[in-house]
């Protein structure tokens, strides 16, 4: 699936994309039932605000996919968790409020984008592209590594880093 447009990447050079300035930034994760946006759901979605360097906000919830939760290896969401967890139609408002004036940052965010932007089609909500960075891409132009999977990425900073499914290959 080609981006839908949720987001509006910022860049290093400065060439392109959005001027940062000092704006709070949002991390962005969501685990899912499957790889693509057009058939499969989003099953729990987490973000965390930081602002100045300090983390001021966390938040995550369960979100009920209408359908069995998929990999269960791969994100540890089973079918019994999510009884009783919302619908993304109830928690589409407190996300895009907890986005609401940040950059979003994610690690291969054209997988967090793709997710987040059906799910808000799904329920009839569109909104102006939001600035964002994708950690990916930086890694590929900043970063020597032996790869860009997070994990790699994490180890190459010294930032140890715990059960992160791997989605950036």
Do not use: K
């Not at 946006?37 to 209408?66: H, K, Q």
């Not at 109830?90 to 054209?110: F, K, P, Q, T």
């Not at 967090?112 to 930086?138: D, H, K, M, N, Y």
């Amino acid at each position: 699936m080609s981006s839908v447009g949720l987001f509006a990447y910022g860049s290093t050079g400065g060439r392109e994309g959005v001027d940062l300035g000092e704006v709070p930034f949002v991390v962005v994760d969501v685990e899912t039932t499957g790889l693509s946006p057009a058939s499969d759901r989003i099953v729990e979605v987490a973000l965390v605000r930081v602002e100045r360097g300090r983390v001021i906000d966390e938040w995550a919830t369960l979100v009920d996919p209408g359908r069995d939760p998929g990999p269960t290896f791969v994100h540890h969401i089973t079918t019994d968790m999510l009884s009783g967890a919302p619908m993304f139609a109830d928690v589409a408002g407190e996300i895009l409020s907890r986005l609401d004036g940040a950059v979003a940052v994610a690690h291969n965010a054209r997988f967090e984008e793709g997710f987040i932007a059906q799910e808000f089609a799904r329920v009839g909500i569109s909104t102006a592209p939001l600035p964002a960075v994708c950690t990916l891409r930086l890694a590929r132009q900043v970063l020597a590594a032996p790869n860009f999977q997070l994990v790699s990425c994490c180890t190459v900073y010294g930032i140890e880093l715990h059960d992160a499914p791997d989605r950036s290959r």
